[in-house]
């Protein structure tokens, strides 16, 4: 009832008549004419009654009512089907200026942020640093993992890594087989690299969590990393990276000269291996 008193005729694109309404927003009998649904279904279904809802009807209700995407989710879950998935709502397009910002305050540790499939959105100067992420890379995380071989020079724990990174990105490919997205990506991978097609074909599926990595830089020496991947929920198309310190070889230490004046220039030329 909330939210229908918040639409007005017009912006259903009904005449509003020019008359005073005692209903604020839409009547019942409104919305259900916009649904296609009976008037009495849409009454009983404002009163929760128990009467059997399709997703179809349901999507058609929160098209009138102009839902967002968070209250067609609440909207299913109200009538008890399972909801659909997070969609990026209008209003949350504009955060990547925050993220950059949430990113560059991670520093002197290595974070970056990636869509959907795996493409790398930004990162912050550590993790140009320390991972060698730079403009010239295919600018995919897990393209990147398979091709790049400064990074692979760098990395001490690639072998072991190799399978999670592949079951991690079969997990998200699973939620939309259909998307050309992921299989271009897929496609690529299975163009340049054997090892991929091996580990792709095991058809292993892991969520995305914590992995922790072994690196060698050529200045700073053994660094001993844990990222982590974070789902924003107004952003669901997005993960957040953020990679933490561990306790070996005196990793922080590391990091903070790494990201200290003296530390990046001897860093801005780095050498294979």
């Known amino acids: 009832m909330s939210r229908r008193a918040r639409v007005s005729p017009t912006e259903a694109g009904l005449p509003d008549g020019g008359a005073r309404r005692r209903t604020p927003g839409l009547r019942r009998e409104e919305v259900a004419v916009l649904a296609g649904v009976g008037a009495s279904w849409y009454q009983w279904l404002e009163q929760g009654r128990d009467i059997s809802v399709s997703p179809q009807v349901l999507d058609s209700v929160a098209r009138v009512l102009k839902l967002t995407s968070a209250e067609r989710r609440h909207l299913y879950v109200l009538a008890g089907l399972n909801p659909p998935a ?29 869509d959907a499939y795996y493409n790398c959105v ?37 072998e072991q890594n190799a399978a ?18 992921f299989q271009e990506v897929v496609a690529e991978l299975k163009a340049v690299s054997p090892e991929f097609v091996e ?4 058809r292993d599926i892991k969520p995305q969590g914590q992995v922790r990595k072994e690196l060698t830089h050529p200045v700073a020496g053994l660094l001993h990393l844990e990222s982590t991947a974070m789902k924003i929920p107004a952003r669901p198309d ?22 200290s004046p003296q ?9 294979a291996g």
């Open 86 to 114: 997070y969609e990026v709502d209008p209003g949350d397009q504009q955060m990547c200026d925050g993220l950059q910002r949430l990113i560059d305050a991670w520093m002197p540790y290595p974070a970056h942020i990636m």
């Open 122 to 158: 930004m990162y912050n100067d550590a993790a140009a640093i320390v991972l060698a992420m730079r403009p010239e890379n295919r600018q995919n995380c897990v393209i990147d993992f398979f091709t790049d071989s400064l990074y692979r020079a760098r990395s001490e724990s690639w």
């Open 164 to 181: 999670t990174v592949v079951a991690q990105f079969r997990a998200a490919c699973s939620e939309c087989p259909d998307d050309e997205g």
């Open 199 to 202: 580990l792709w074909e095991r």
């Open 238 to 259: 997005l993960t957040v990276v953020l990679h933490t310190p561990l306790a070996e070889a005196d990793t922080a230490a590391k990091l903070e000269w790494l990201a």
């Open 263 to 271: 530390g990046r220039r001897g860093a801005m030329y780095p050498v």
